[in-house]
Every structure is written in structure tokens, then in C-alpha cells.
């Protein structure tokens, strides 16, 4: 079956770095875009960053709020996609989600709790 795993969130202070990884499984990895979205308490879930494509195709897009900040990454031979957080700050707060997506194929991780605070 499908499952997207996600780890490396936690407590960081302002300014600090993340670095979350998803782990996918059960579908054709390498044929999907991969995102990143995220969810604060009472707001929308919105995207972050995307990646997609293999090798030289590979294009990526941010959420306006993380461009320079935040960097989105794939490895397709470990089924893994990351996101690298820089300069954090207390708005970056949320339940970080991976998804994968093809089509009218839509799959979600179980989010990973990301808070940034001094």
C-alpha cells in the first residue's frame, strides 16, 4: 500500500535550520511531483515548495513566504524527498505534510510537527 513517512521536525529557534525528510513507498516514486504543504492552527493547509521531473527536469516551485529560505529536494533512487529549512521563523509554525500526486492519483503523509520558537 501507499505511505509517505515524515520525520525531522521539531523545536527550533528563530533563525534555526530543519531539515524534514518523507519516505515514500507503493507507487512508481520517481513518476510523481512531490510537494510540501503546511498547516498552522485555524489557517488553510498551504503548498510549499514542489519538485518535479528526474534529473535535468526537475523543476521547482515555493510559496512566495519561503523562497530563499527553504529548498526542496528528491532522491529518486531512495523513494525520499526532502525539504531544507533555513533562517526559520515563528510564522514557518505547522504541521508539515508530504504529497505525492500524478494525475488523479493524491497521496498524503501523517504530517510532522514543526515549531519555531525562542
Known amino acids: 500500500q501507499v505511505q509517505l513517512v515524515e520525520s525531522g521536525g521539531g523545536l527550533v529557534q528563530p533563525g534555526g535550520s530543519l531539515r524534514l525528510s518523507c519516505a515514500a513507498s507503493?507507487?512508481?516514486?520517481?513518476?510523481?511531483?512531490m510537494s510540501w504543504y503546511r498547516q498552522a492552527p485555524e489557517k488553510e493547509r498551504e503548498l510549499v515548495a514542489a519538485?518535479?521531473?528526474?534529473?535535468?527536469?526537475?523543476?521547482?516551485r515555493y510559496a512566495d513566504s519561503v523562497k530563499g529560505r527553504f529548498a526542496i529536494s528528491r532522491d529518486n533512487a531512495k523513494n525520499t524527498v526532502y525539504l531544507q529549512m533555513n533562517s526559520l521563523k515563528p510564522e514557518d509554525t505547522a504541521v508539515y505534510y508530504c504529497?505525492?500526486?500524478?494525475?488523479?492519483?493524491?497521496?498524503w503523509g501523517q504530517g510532522t510537527q514543526v515549531t519555531v520558537s525562542s
Open positions: 507503493g507507487f512508481t516514486f520517481s513518476s510523481y511531483v
Open positions: 504529497n505525492a500526486q500524478r494525475l488523479r492519483n493524491k497521496y
Open positions: 519538485i518535479t521531473g528526474t534529473g535535468a527536469g526537475t523543476i521547482t
